[in-house]
C-alpha cells in the first residue's frame, strides 16, 4: 500500500523523446529552406525561443550530420531536429514542471508536421533517474527479484534487472553517481498519432509503477 512505501529520492532525471519522420526532410537542406522553418519554431515556441538559441550545421559532410538545434534554457531542453527526425531531451525534469515540457514539446512537434507537411512515424519516450539509498539497501530490495543461488552469486555485490516486452521496457542497475545507489531507465514506444499529454500520464504510471517495485513512490 502507499502508506507503506517511502518517498524517493530522485537525482539527476532526464527525459529522452524520439520521433522518425514518415519521409527524410532532405529538401530543406538541400534546396536551402531551413529559414522558413526556422521561422516556424520562432513563432510557435515564442517566448521560450530566441534568436540566440537556434543554431545549425552550416557545412554537414553528409546528410546524416546535417541538424537543427533549438535550445530552450528556461525549461532545461534542447529540441535536436535532423533529416530522418526530431530528438528532445529535457535534464532535471520535475512532474511540477510537467505543464510546460508538454505545452513545449507538442507545440514544436505540431509546428514542425505543419510547416513541412511530413507526418511522423513513430515515437518513443525515455525516462532516466538515479535513486539515493534509504534505510533499506536496493541490493537487498532487487534480490527478491533474482534468484542469486541459481546464479551461483549469493555473494554479489549488487544485482540488476532488465524487463522487455513490445513497445516497453525497464532497466534497474547500479548507479554509477551514487554509491549503493540505483539507475532506473524506463523506454516506451508510442504511435505516431499519440499526443505528449497521453504520453506523459503514462510515464507517470510506468515512473510510479517502477519505484513501487523498489518500495518507493513520488511526492
Do not use: C
Not at 526556422?38 to 546528410?63: E, G, H, R, Y
Not at 530528438?87 to 505543419?114: E, G, H, R
Not at 549503493?180 to 514506444?189: M, P
Amino acid at each position: 500500500m502507499a502508506d507503506n512505501l517511502t518517498l524517493a529520492d530522485i537525482q539527476m532525471p532526464f527525459l529522452e523523446y524520439r520521433a522518425n519522420f514518415k519521409e527524410p526532410i532532405t529538401s530543406i537542406w538541400i534546396d536551402r529552406q531551413l529559414g522558413p522553418v526556422i521561422d516556424a519554431l520562432l513563432k510557435s515556441l515564442a517566448p521560450l525561443l530566441t534568436f540566440d538559441n537556434v543554431t545549425w550545421n552550416q557545412n554537414p559532410k553528409n546528410l546524416a550530420e546535417a541538424h537543427i538545434s533549438i535550445s530552450l534554457p528556461s525549461i532545461f531542453s534542447t529540441i535536436y531536429i535532423g533529416i530522418q527526425g526530431v530528438t528532445i531531451t529535457a535534464l532535471n525534469v520535475n512532474w511540477s514542471q510537467a505543464s510546460a515540457y508538454v505545452s513545449a514539446f507538442q507545440t514544436a512537434i505540431d509546428a514542425l508536421k505543419s510547416h513541412l507537411g511530413n507526418d511522423l512515424k513513430d515515437q518513443q519516450l525515455t525516462l532516466g533517474l538515479h535513486l539515493k539509498p534509504g534505510e533499506k539497501s536496493f541490493r537487498e530490495t532487487l534480490t527478491q527479484f533474482v534468484n542469486a543461488k541459481a546464479l551461483g552469486s549469493e555473494d554479489a555485490g549488487f544485482f540488476g534487472i532488465s524487463v522487455y516486452y513490445p513497445g516497453f521496457s525497464f532497466v534497474m542497475d547500479l548507479s554509477n553517481a551514487f554509491p549503493t545507489g540505483i539507475f532506473v531507465k524506463l523506454i516506451r514506444s508510442h504511435g505516431a498519432g499519440v499526443r505528449f499529454e497521453e504520453m506523459a500520464a503514462i510515464l507517470r504510471k510506468d515512473e510510479e509503477t517502477a519505484l513501487r517495485r523498489l518500495g518507493l513512490k513520488l511526492e
